[in-house]
T-cell receptor, first 113, second 115 residues
Framework: DAGVIQSPRHEVTEMGQEVTLRCKPI?????LFWYRQTMMRGLELLIY????????DSGMPEDRFSAKMPNASFSTLKIQPSEPRDSAVYFC???????????FGQGTRLTVV | AQKVTQAQTEISVVEKEDVTLDCVYE???????LFWYKQPPSGELVFLIR??????QNEISGRYSWNFQKSTSSFNFTITASQVVDSAVYFC????????????FGGGTRLMVKP
């Protein structure tokens, strides 16, 4: 298996622009997570899905952030409009079962200038 | 509320030394899971181990070993005979059964192994 695949690996955008991050989870995994990593706040969960349904989005910082999972093999995290404070590494992860380990993608390093 | 504390923000050792990374957690749940992840300089997060709250047996995998003690709410990680390739940030994490697979991460410990 290729593991969790994220794209793009790096994204530089100007403040106010829309940014879309993409994720392909490991086939057969029922859980998908979006995490954000910053120096100030460490690793924090933004949202997670179970069987394509959003279960907990309490970590989404504000309405500028939205996430979708239209099918079992694809998810997006969108920021509109982006702001410099959104600069971070965004990780997607997937897990097979409740309580199982999550496998992480390589991350997308987002820089908003 | 759940919390994971990794009090050591940075540790520096010389190659071949043993090193222990501390992890203390807080949870009110009786069923929960503990994890360790490694983040090398390349940035990806690599899964190392998962332990459930009912299994307090220590685990050894090569040079790595883990000590889970429910009485002190700790899940410490020891690397024996450290190598330069062990240099990374190590994260301890906690999830509880009632929250699916949501992970609460500690702040991480940066380990530097010098030749």
């Amino acid at each position: 298996d290729a593991g969790v695949i994220q794209s793009p690996r790096h994204e530089v955008t100007e403040m106010g622009q829309e940014v879309t991050l993409r994720c392909k989870p490991i086939s057969g995994h029922d859980y998908l997570f979006w995490y954000r990593q910053t120096m100030m706040r460490g690793l924090e969960l933004l949202i997670y899905f179970n069987n394509n349904v959003p279960i907990d989005d309490s970590g989404m910082p504000e309405d500028r952030f939205s996430a979708k999972m239209p099918n079992a093999s694809f998810s997006t995290l969108k920021i509109q409009p982006s702001e410099p404070r959104d600069s971070a590494v965004y990780f997607c992860a997937s897990g097979a079962l409740r309580g199982s380990e999550a496998f992480f993608g390589q991350g997308t390093r987002l820089t908003v200038v | 509320a759940q919390k994971v504390t990794q009090a050591q923000t940075e540790i520096s050792v010389v190659e071949k030394e043993d090193v222990t990374l501390d992890c203390v957690y807080e949870t009110r749940d009786t069923t929960y899971y503990l994890f360790w992840y490694k983040q090398p300089p390349s940035g990806e997060l690599v899964f190392l181990i998962r332990r459930n709250s009912f299994d307090e047996q220590n685990e050894i995998s090569g040079r790595y070993s883990w000590n889970f003690q429910k009485s002190t709410s700790s899940f410490n990680f020891t690397i024996t005979a450290s190598q330069v390739v062990d240099s990374a940030v190590y994260f301890c994490a906690l999830s509880h059964n009632n929250a699916g697979n949501m992970l609460t991460f500690g702040g991480g410990t940066r380990l530097m192994v010098k030749p």
